[in-house]
């Protein structure tokens, strides 16, 4: 488990100070896959710096199975390092070394024997799905085959928590998808905790079982994901949920009502669900924004309607869209 407690973190400005972090506070259990989420400036990638005690917090503390990093010697916070992993955006590899070198290498660090090290690293290729590329070096991969490598090396420790630091914001939507599996995948293989900072919810419906929403250093709102995404509360929270409908612009007419509706995680269906609306309840919606995508066999994302008549066809409408799986519908 990793208790954040009260986690402040302040840097000198020419203004005076600047506060990074506000008195943080978050409980991150063992095994969850835990998205920390926020746009650029939030504070995120500061927060995961002081998990790890990359950054050092200005006041409060960061435990580790009820452990203190902040209070360990610098041989005892090495040690912890190597349970608490990372990887990074830009991947960080060793471009001078092979993808076999590139996993062995902490484990050089922590003086394991070189059999041993290529030994381990293979079957992490393996894992990764990168059994051939072990004489390849960095420059020769993709952008994907170079976060699974990166995924490999930071698994070659064994470690029990794995922080993911804007890990695919540099990789296409299915480069994204396909790491994501493999996270997911290596999480439930493992057990490992798995904590992912973004700027993209849709990174965080995909994988994440609880999710902390930070801005201007604050956790603003936290939750699970199903109830976060379905019922955001504060603005921030609704900025990255609802990012480019620009409801407030739509003039509707008199005689339209507005229905926002979510889909986290409903199933696919032959026919749309505002489709078989019109059919079964003779109720033709008029689809005034859309924001939606499928996962595997899931739909995720949000849609405003306008909805012709008056309460009645409403109420009628909410009630048939409620009645779907994983669907919230909400007045707008």
């Known amino acids: ?117 290529k030994a381990r690293a293979r079957e992490l290729l393996r894992m ?27 698994l070659a420790t064994n470690p029990k928590v794995l922080l993911c630091d804007e890990a695919t914001s540099a990789l296409d939507p299915k480069t994204t998808h396909d790491i994501l599996s493999l996270i997911r995948d290596i999480n439930q293989r493992l057990g490992i905790t798995v904590i992912i900072i973004t700027h993209q919810m849709s990174v965080v419906q995909e994988i994440c079982d609880r999710v902390a929403i930070l801005e201007n250093g604050e956790v603003v709102e936290e939750g699970t994901v199903v109830s976060v995404f379905s019922n955001p509360k504060a603005a921030a929270t609704r900025r990255l949920v609802f990012p480019d409908s620009a409801e407030d612009e739509l003039d509707l007419p008199h005689d339209e009502h507005r229905l926002r509706v979510i889909f986290n995680g409903a199933p696919a269906a032959n026919t749309p669900l505002i489709a078989r609306m019109a059919m079964d309840k003779r109720i033709a919606a008029n689809i005034l924004y859309a924001s939606t995508r499928s996962v595997g066999d899931k739909i995720y994302g949000h849609m405003l309607l306008g909805i012709p008549g008056g309460d009645e066809e409403t109420r009628t409408a909410m009630e048939y869209l409620r009645a779907a799986e994983n669907v919230v519908v909400e007045e707008a």
């Open 128 to 154: 990764v799905g990168l059994p051939d590329k072990e004489n390849a070096y960095p420059a020769q991969l993709s952008g994907g085959q170079q976060q699974r490598v990166a995924i490999a090396r930071a």
């Open 1 to 117: 488990m990793i208790e954040i407690k009260n986690l402040t973190k302040t840097f000198p400005s020419a203004d005076g100070t600047f506060y990074a972090l506000k008195n943080v506070s978050l409980t991150i259990n063992d095994g969850e896959i835990y998205g920390i989420i926020g746009m650029s400036g939030a504070g995120k990638s500061t927060l995961v710096r002081c998990i790890n005690m990359l950054e050092r917090p200005t006041e409060g503390a960061v435990l580790v199975n009820g452990c203190d990093v902040g209070t360990l010697r610098e041989s005892e916070l090495r040690k912890t390092r190597r349970e608490v992993t990372m990887i990074f955006q830009g991947f960080h590899l060793l471009m001078q070394r092979t993808v076999l070198r590139n996993i062995c290498f902490p484990l050089e660090l922590a003086g394991v024997k070189a059999s041993e090290a």
